[in-house]
């Protein structure tokens, strides 16, 4: 019987020092295409993926550079897209942040070696230009309920903060029961300064992130315009749900506005993941969400997307939890206890 399933891929942050040598143990069957992602990045004076997985040792000043980071995600994620279960029918792609150019090359838009090099090339950019920077602030409480009126608030605040002379705040990604926010350095701090400290994590500054999905970042996408083929683009083999919650459909998308929007709206405007996830289930109706690994940190906000559109009459985190214990509606590839739910048997 076949399971139809909305395939979720992570954005940066997810390879982590718990992912070190995640290629070596989950796709050691993987080397002619980590070959080219490796031939690729000899090319351009960079460290190979495969080496960078295989460390020894993880440094988070290292890893969560968006040079390093991003090619490691991409890979382990791909990777993953390419290992589900024959039983798993995809019926649709998205990703948070970066993992919707992930997205592109698991939905088929982008061939493995052509979405490769969108993500070595825009996450190398990231990196060398480093605008601005992001933090996290959730407006849920425990029971993850929606809280309107608190998200308002603190979307109020940060344009109150952004009107401030000298000042650069926006919201980056809505991300389940979480704001992501960015900005230059006094918008940062100044939101850090307004809020009241949640759990001793929150407000949390993400370490080398730039101020992703804002106008900060029009200079990073001109410049991957120059750098990048317009042509790589082809029809997806399944619908992709892109950061606005917009579908693009095999046979009938326009290459140019896809591309148009990969490396323009996606760059500089925020990133609703929220409504991603909720278009998603909404239109597809899936058996399953299925996380690509690495990491296992975007299971949350996928839930908690869920959960503020009453997904399956589950209106709470206590709802959620309960459905999932009877039979996993979500499963993290990056969880060793759930990978096993969405992979076929070795070979």
Known sequence: MTRTAVLICPGRGTYNKP??????????????LFAGFDAARVAQGQEEVTALDGATRFSVAKYS???????????????????LAD?????????????????????????PQH??????????????HLIGGQLVYPFTGDDWRPDPARKAALLALVDQINARAG???????????????AGDEPGLA????????????FPMRLANHAGFHTALQAPVAAEGRKHLNGAMPRQPAVPLVDGRGAIWQPGSTDLMALWDYTLGHQVVEPYDFTRAVQVAAQEFA??????TGPGTT?????????????????????????????????????DAAQRDLATRAPS
Do not use: C
């Open 298 to 334: 975007l299971g949350g906000a996928v839930a908690q997307s869920l959960v503020h559109q009453d997904w399956r009459g589950m209106a709470d985190k206590a709802a959620f939890k309960a459905r999932q214990s009877e039979a996993p509606l979500l499963i993290s590839m990056g």
């Open 19 to 32: 992912e070190l040598g995640y290629l070596h143990r989950h796709h050691a069957d993987k080397a002619s």
């Open 167 to 181: 000042h650069v705040l926006a919201l980056s990604i809505d991300l389940g029961g979480m704001l992501v926010l």
């Open 87 to 111: 039983d798993i029918e995809v019926v649709a792609v998205t990703g948070n942040s970066m993992g919707w150019y992930i997205a592109l090359a698991a939905a088929g838009a982008l061939s």
């Open 65 to 83: 550079r968006g040079d390093i980071a991003s090619p490691l995600i991409y890979a382990s994620a791909l990777a993953d897209a390419q290992s």
């Open 286 to 291: 899936p058996d399953l969400f299925i996380v």
């Open 115 to 128: 979405g490769f090099d969108l993500v070595n090339t825009m996450g190398s950019l990231m990196q060398q």
């Open 190 to 201: 100044a939101f850090e300064e307004a809020v009241p400290q949640i759990d001793g994590r």
